[in-house]
């Protein structure tokens, strides 16, 4: 059974930080590019992040420079490190790990970011 668990949301200050964590298993988590999207309020799953199995990333324009994707295949985790956090950053973050038309997500987690 293939199972996706993010950790790591809660409420944070415009400015502040917040890492999440996802563990995966199930899979063998080095053959799946791992993903992080995301959804507010109201509105669909956005793109953030990918890291493909040979490390490359990719990141939307929207939090390029501000966020950061990792990989650990020996741990069976992508985190997401979040830095700057706006308020329009307030979503539901959710990971994936895909491998060609196969995709798996986990239930996400809630970042808050308010004063």
């Known amino acids: 059974q293939v199972q996706l668990v993010e950790s790591g949301g809660g409420l944070v200050q415009p400015g502040g930080s917040l890492r999440l964590s996802c563990a995966v298993s199930?899979?063998?988590?080095?053959?799946?590019?791992l993903n992080w999207y995301r959804q507010a309020p109201g509105k669909p799953r956005e793109f953030i992040s990918f890291?493909?199995?040979?490390?490359?990333?990719n990141y939307a324009d929207s939090v390029k420079g501000r966020f950061t994707i990792f990989r650990d295949n020996a741990k069976s985790t992508t985190d997401l490190q979040m830095n700057y956090l706006k308020l329009e950053d307030t979503a539901v973050y959710f990971c994936s790990a895909q491998y060609g038309a196969e995709v798996h997500w986990g239930q996400g987690t809630q970042v808050t970011v308010s004063s």
């Open positions: 199930g899979i063998s988590v080095s053959r799946y590019q």
């Open positions: 890291v493909s199995t040979s490390d490359l990333t």
